[in-house]
């Protein structure tokens, strides 16, 4: 199981820490990842962890430097720490699997205010 958790209401410029817990699975064993889905899109990719633990972004230029993936293994919790939110950062964030993908919960809302 994946479950993200942390998000909340933030001004335009602030910072967010979500977390994903997870069970049930070996936690370096398959690449995670963070999605979002913002109203009326498509589910995104946003960042990656791999089994090796190296995180990368995937999110297009304007969310380059920005997003920053890690992970405590120990806890097994994976973390997506976002730094000057952007209103266009709204959505609900999800975590999951990043190959084979399982069912997608409920997710964690980001709300930016401008």
């Known amino acids: 199981q994946l479950q993200a958790s942390g998000g909340g209401l933030v001004q335009a410029g602030g910072s967010l820490r979500l977390s994903c817990t997870t069970s049930g699975f070996e936690f370096s064993s398959r690449a995670l990842s963070w999605y979002r889905q913002a109203p009326g899109n498509q589910r995104e990719l946003v960042a990656t962890l791999t089994s090796a633990g190296y995180g990368y972004t995937n999110v297009a230029d304007s969310g380059k430097g920005r997003f920053a993936v890690s992970a405590d293994i120990a806890k097994k919790t994976m973390y997506l720490q976002i730094d000057d939110l952007k209103p266009e950062d709204t959505a609900v964030y999800y975590c999951?699997?990043?190959?084979?993908?399982?069912?997608w919960g409920q997710g964690t809302q980001v709300t930016v205010s401008s």
């Open positions: 999951n699997f990043r190959l084979g993908p399982q069912s």
